[in-house]
């Protein structure tokens, strides 16, 4: 069972940055892929990147690739989504999940957190 808890989320004018955070607790955390979906209003849930287990192998959606990077530290239990040049089409609730790879599909994961409000103003 892991248990997965973001923050960092906010209100950012257009071209600002945020880095996410989603804390995991259970020990089996280093041997889950990691990945970050966003939803906004009447829009479908968007996948946006993931992490392998190791950390050596990442997947990026093509509209937040050069901008964000997903990263994982497993001494914090913790993964990390930098977002940078956001623009007000990256306006959602950005969820963390856990799963067995890094799937671009939410079905691909076990494990989901609550998420985190991106607002990004022009």
């Known amino acids: 069972q892991v248990q997965l808890v973001e923050s960092g989320g906010g209100l950012v004018q257009a071209g600002g940055s945020l880095r996410l955070s989603c804390a995991a607790s259970g020990r089996t955390f280093s041997t889950y892929a990691m990945g970050w979906f966003r939803q906004a209003p009447g829009k479908e849930r968007e996948f946006v990147a993931a992490i392998s287990w190791s950390g050596g192998s990442t997947r990026y959606a093509d509209s937040v690739k050069d901008r964000f990077t997903i990263s994982r530290d497993s001494t914090k239990n913790t993964v990390y989504l930098q977002m940078n040049s956001l623009k007000p089409e990256d306006t959602a609730v950005y969820r963390c999940?856990?799963?067995?790879?890094?799937?671009?599909?939410?079905?691909?994961?076990?494990?989901w957190g609550q998420g985190t409000q991106v607002t990004v103003s022009s």
């Open positions: 999940a856990a799963g067995p790879s890094t799937s671009p599909y939410g079905s691909g994961y076990h494990y």
